[in-house]
Structure formats: structure tokens, C-alpha cells
């Protein structure tokens, strides 16, 4: 009984462990591409998204204007201009009659306030959301 193979041994050759220069330089190269890529756009929807969210504040604020009106609330009617009126939702106002209750309030700091001021149109005694910004 035989315990070794009589087939013969084939040397290995020594190769080094590791990644030559060139392929570190293009795995480098490759990826710098590509986060670039991502970094534009994660930037991009980053603005999207800064833009979409005054939008959607200012489309709040016009509605809860109009909801505390229709509750009852006339301190909104009788504010001086758009400012006033979203100074007045950010602060926040009752309703009246059955929804004095209620409160129709947005919390919003003055930088929000003055981003959806653009949005926002007050004429008839009536916050209006007109989203063009102008």
C-alpha cells in the first residue's frame, strides 16, 4: 500500500500577495469618478428638496389661514399684509364659535417665515399660495 502519489509535483512559481500599482491607481481612479457622480447628485436633490419643503410650508400656512377664517377666526382677515398673516398662523390663532377650541398654528422660525413670503399672496382679506416665488 502506497501513501503517496506517484503523480510528479508541479513547482509553483512565487508571486507576490497584493495589488500591483496600477490596479490600486485605477480602483482609486474609478471610485473618485464615481463619488463624484454622487456627491452632484446628492447636491441637487438636496436643493430639490430645500425648495419643495418652503413650498409646502407656505401651501400650510395659506390653508390654515383660510381654515381658521372659515371657523371664524377675523384676525387674519384684518392683518396688514402676507407677513402679518403668517406671523400670525406661526403664533397661532383660535377658531371661533364651535372651534374656539381649535388652534390653527405652524411652528416656523423667522428664516421660514421670510423663504415662503414669496409664495404667498394676501389681498381681500385672504392668505393666498401662489407658488412662482413672485
Given amino acids: 500500500m502506497r501513501l503517496y502519489s506517484t ?29 463624484g457622480l454622487v456627491i452632484a447628485q446628492v447636491s441637487s436633490l438636496s436643493r430639490e428638496a430645500a425648495e419643495n419643503r418652503k413650498k409646502f ?49 405652524l411652528a416656523l422660525g423667522e428664516e421660514e417665515r421670510k423663504e415662503i413670503l414669496p409664495l404667498l399672496v394676501f389681498g381681500g382679506g385672504k392668505l393666498l399660495y401662489t407658488g412662482d416665488g413672485g
Fill in 7 to 35: 503523480l510528479p509535483i508541479r513547482l509553483r512559481l512565487a508571486r507576490p500577495a497584493g495589488f500591483s500599482l496600477v490596479e490600486v491607481l485605477l480602483s482609486v481612479a474609478v471610485i473618485g469618478i464615481i463619488s
Fill in 57 to 105: 410650508n407656505a401651501q400650510l400656512v395659506a390653508s390654515m389661514a383660510a381654515n381658521a377664517q372659515a371657523a371664524g377666526n377675523q384676525s387674519i382677515a384684518e392683518a396688514a399684509d402676507a407677513e402679518a398673516a403668517v406671523a400670525l398662523i406661526a403664533d397661532g390663532v383660535f377658531g371661533g364659535g364651535e372651534f374656539a377650541a381649535t388652534t390653527y398654528r
